[in-house]
């Protein structure tokens, strides 16, 4: 049973964007670990998980919203 877990910035992803990289997600893990069988599909878990940009650094520096051209968000 895949367990697929994405974390990413809070609003990147718009519901399609989301939509489309659970179904992507899913026909690689069918093709790749279920061998083409689509019954697999029912394995299949993926998570999409947001937080805010202050929650990640890179290199060191904390990330801002501004940094994805989002606005700050109240906590």
Do not use: C, D, W, Y
């Amino acid at each position: 049973m895949p367990i697929v877990s994405i974390k990413t910035v809070k609003g990147l992803l718009t519901p399609e964007k989301k939509s489309e990289l659970h179904r992507k997600i899913s026909e690689l893990l069918i093709e790749i670990e279920g061998g083409g069988n689509l019954q697999f599909a029912k394995f299949i878990v993926v998570n999409i998980s947001e937080e805010p940009a202050e929650n990640f650094s890179g290199g060191g520096i904390q990330l801002k919203p501004e940094m994805f051209g989002l606005q700050k968000t109240e906590h």
